[in-house]
């Protein structure tokens, strides 16, 4: 698989996504102008907490089932098969605790937060999705995908014009799950893919698959704390205007944290070949793909800052220009994002998927911890910079705990000292690709 693959894969999907970050931005704004702080924040607190449930419909198998289609093509069908098997268990099981959880809080979202953790757990079938991504085929999935995203956002869009009734829209939410879970199964049956399984599945190939995903798992859970949990404790300790306010200016920040995740998945095949073959251009790779993830990161970043509160006024209105403050602070998250897209698949490619829940962890004590400390004082600033240094300590801090993550470190620094030449080569890659 070339680098050329990789760049096409990387450009099909980004200008999908520019297109369906465009919807959903769009209705976000509209909800937070239209529907004022309350409604937008509430809406957020429901998203937030259902999708501490997500992982568990995910099992830590993504990028682990890409791995092995790209090492054992001809039993590509085995693995796929099985980790389906392992995620629907998990789905189900996020689902049970969705309802323990809505029959222990006491709260007036409790239906609308269960009802979004049951339509979400059609996320388990988005594994196909991956092995599309092994075969480089990614472009099978785009226009049905693009298809739901258009017809469903418009609903989102019309619900909100009209009353912003937020079961309706937590529905539509939930809707995008089923509808594209559903698809890809119909895309994948259709194409007879199934008939090429050449090894029987059984509960000894679930359980080992889960042993493989069990870090991965374990680190996604503890990633979505960190993640979610500003949101979370901000509608605790204060009150859903101030999940609303923050909420504004981090929709405005993690917007972009979908490309370095979709550049990386579409450069994993060629990542995990090249491990195998040639360790010299593996490591290469992951230092041109670092230093044009961190450049990128440093031109928003400090472009964001300047611009924030004429952002803010021209996108939500005045009446959120305290989001301004907090979006100038959260924007920096940007760069260890960035960084951790690679250092993902790393972990995955090294076999060190253990690591990968010991840097979640320590961004999640972090998190939790400064959370506690800063938001009763200083409310969405506090949940910022709480933010902000969480992602810096499990994307980069926590490197230097490990002496095996420590090779990371080491590449990661080439990266950034010889990152002029090394973007300089990926730009030359791509000149190539397009003529």
């Keep these: 698989m070339s680098t050329s693959s990789g760049i096409k894969n990387s450009v099909l999907l980004i200008a999908e996504k520019c297109i369906l970050l465009c919807l959903s931005f769009l209705n976000s704004v509209l909800l937070a102008r239209i529907a004022g702080p309350d409604i937008f924040g509430q809406y957020a607190y429901i998203l937030s907490m259902a999708g501490l449930f997500l992982p568990l419909s995910i099992m830590g198998l993504n990028n682990i089932v890409t791995k092995y289609v790209v090492k054992n093509p001809h039993n590509a069908h085995y693995y796929l098969k099985s980790a389906l098997i392992v995620r629907l268990c998990g789905a189900l ?3 049970a605790l969705g309802l323990l959880l809505v029959l222990i809080l006491n709260t007036k979202n409790n239906v609308n937060i269960l009802l979004l953790i049951v339509l979400q757990s059609f996320s388990a079938f988005y594994v196909i999705e991956f092995f599309f991504l092994a075969k480089q085929q990614v472009h099978i999935l785009l226009k049905i995908r693009l298809l739901i995203f258009l017809v469903l956002n418009g609903l989102k869009c019309t619900v909100i014009l009209n009353g912003s009734s937020l079961s309706l829209l937590v529905i539509l939410q939930g809707l995008e799950y089923v509808f594209i879970g559903t698809s890809y199964i119909l895309i994948y049956a259709k194409a007879k ?3 090429h399984i050449k090894r029987n599945t059984s509960m000894r190939s679930y359980s080992a698959l889960a ?3 069990k870090w991965l798992l374990f680190s996604g859970v ?3 704390i960190y993640l979610k949990i500003d949101q979370i404790m901000l509608a605790n300790l ?3 205007h ?3 306010y923050y909420a504004a200016a981090a929709k405005l920040s993690e917007v972009w944290y979908v490309f370095p995740v979709l550049i990386a998945n579409a450069f994993t095949a060629q990542l995990s070949q090249l491990k195998f073959n040639n360790d010299f251009k593996y490591h290469t790779l992951l230092q041109q793909l670092i230093a044009a993830l961190t450049l990128s990161a440093l031109i928003l970043s400090i472009t964001t800052y300047f611009i924030a509160p004429t952002l803010i006024a021209l996108i939500y209105g005045s009446e959120y220009s305290s989001s301004a403050t907090i979006l100038s602070i959260h924007i920096f998250a940007s760069i260890f994002i960035f960084q951790r897209a690679i250092l993902s698949k790393w ?3 090294e076999n060190l998927y253990k690591y990968s829940l010991v840097s979640s962890l320590f961004g999640a004590v972090t998190n939790i911890a400064l959370n506690a400390i800063l938001i009763p004082q200083y409310a969405g600033v506090g949940a910022a910079w709480a933010t902000v240094i969480s992602y810096m300590v499990a994307s980069y801090g926590f490197l230097f705990f490990q002496t095996k993550t420590r090779a990371y470190a080491l590449i990661l620094h080439q ?14 890659q791509i000149r190539f690709f397009k003529k």
């Design 415 to 428: 990266a950034m000292v010889n990152s002029p030449a090394l973007f300089k080569s990926l730009v030359l």
């Design 222 to 224: 503890a990633a979505t």
């Design 211 to 213: 042993q493989k995903g």
């Design 193 to 195: 893919h199934y008939l």
């Design 93 to 95: 099981t996020a689902i």
């Design 242 to 244: 101030a999940v609303a």
């Design 347 to 349: 972990l995955i490619i």
């Design 238 to 240: 204060v009150d859903t």
